[in-house]
């Protein structure tokens, strides 16, 4: 969908105005680099999936106050990265001007589609309106948070409009505070549909200190070939920030980011936004991080949780990226190595 009469310039201030006020606010925090990622183990690469709360913020500082206690969180938990939520870049959306009206236009009217959970009309247009404050306060807060901290940050995804175009994007910012690299959402669903934004068409690897990595958003995760592509790049971890409406039930933990995992013996990291959204529907939390279950004692995939699925939590484990290499050699991982030396070829 194209912003209508909009040439993309934010008509709240510039990118220059939004990084400064979040520097003096993170200034008055005084926030020591954390030496994460002074040592690299491959035996222990340190995740976090961060479950975070909806909520009204009424002001910037209040804003990136709150997003620094949940990476403070898991600085404190030795954490190398850190996964947010799907939709983590429109939590500044309630601190902008106009934004109690625009987001009353978000209800669908009556007789509209029971499936409908946003008026389209009304989010395009507090988009159009809003979406510059909101991206350039959440892409400025993370990538100075990366910096200060001294660790990656995957941000979650946001929509907005670069240009006069939208897009559903996630970002990664390194411990240095730049961009490392950005993931669109590859499959629409019905709420990219109904917003016309493209669907990218290639999963991207990314080259980090400690692992490489991609990214699937939301409902990408739940697609067999987009996580067989980023196993093929050479992806170790799958991030896969998700947001999950009304109930997050076991099946839930059980597909999506788990059964890549299982399918593909590698890591996922699944983060989660908890929270009534005052729109007449709630998310409930599902962080998990998912390990194949060859590595495991039981055989749920589940290797940490959050503590409940109405609570803001983190979960932060060392992964062991050296076991990987032993569970996907065909020979070695099979009780019947004759069999497999035999049938390998026409298996893998």
Known sequence: MKRPGKSGASPLGSNKAGLREVEKILD????????????????????????????????????VVDMNLYIADAVNRRAQIAVLPAFAGMLPLSAAPQASALVQKLIPPDGANEDSLLDINGLNDLLSHL??????????????LAARHGIYIMAGSTLYFEG?????????FSDEGGLAGYQDKIGESPLEQGLQISPESEVKL?????????????????YYECARIAKNLGAKILLCPNAFIDEYTPVDSSLGANMRAQENKIYAVQ???????????????????????????????????????HEPDIVCVPLNLDKLDEITDPYNSSLNQDFMQKYVDRLY
């Open 28 to 63: 008055k925090l005084e926030i020591e680099p954390s030496g994460n990622l002074e040592v690299r183990d491959p035996e222990a690469v340190n995740v976090a999936a961060l479950q975070i709360q909806l909520k009204p913020y009424a002001s910037l500082a209040e804003y």
């Open 131 to 144: 979406s510059d404050y909101a991206f350039d306060t959440y892409f400025h807060t993370f990538s100075s």
């Open 164 to 172: 006069a175009e939208l897009c559903h994007r996630a970002f990664l």
């Open 206 to 222: 990314f080259e980090t200190p400690f692992a490489p990595v991609s990214i699937l958003i939301a409902s990408d995760a739940y």
């Open 271 to 309: 983060s989660s936004l908890v929270g009534d959204t005052g729109l007449g529907f709630s998310m409930e939390g599902g962080g998990r991080v998912f390990v194949p279950n060859a590595l495991l004692g039981h055989k749920n995939g589940v290797a940490a949780k959050t503590s409940g699925r």
